[in-house]
Nanobody, 116 residues
Framework: QVQLVEAGGGWVQPGGSLRLSCGAS????????MGWYRQAPGNERELVAN???????NYADSVKGRFTISRDNAKNTAYLQMNSLNAAATAVYYC??????????WGEGTLVTVSS
């Protein structure tokens, strides 16, 4: 069982930056692939970025070059650094953990609002 808790959301002006964190409880954090998803009002949940156990990363085209996903296995934490934010980034951001044969887990989400 893994519990995920996101933090770091809030309000930021266009062009600004935020760093989200996802703290994981339970064991074997390093064995999970981690990801960040987001859901804007009226839209489906979409993948923002993910990172494998080995540290390989993947990004949605819309965030490439501006967002960076990382993980610190010693701290059982995943991060999403978001730069050059625009209004399209306004959404609830969810942390996701997945491991083969062990299932997947979601956090409750953290709201990011980009507005002037």
């Amino acid at each position: 069982q893994v519990q995920l808790v996101e933090a770091g959301g809030g309000w930021v002006q266009p062009g600004g930056s935020l760093r989200l964190s996802c703290g994981a409880s339970g064991s074997s954090f390093s064995s999970y692939a981690m990801g960040w998803y987001r859901q804007a009002p009226g839209n489906e949940r979409e993948l923002v970025a993910n990172i494998t156990r080995g540290g390989s990363t993947n990004y949605a085209d819309s965030v490439k070059g501006r967002f960076t996903i990382s993980r610190d296995n010693a701290k059982n934490t995943a991060y999403l650094q978001m730069n050059s934010l625009n209004a399209a980034a306004t959404a609830v951001y969810y942390c996701h953990a997945q491991r083969a044969l062990r299932g997947e887990y979601w956090g409750e989400g953290t709201l990011v609002t980009v507005s002037s």
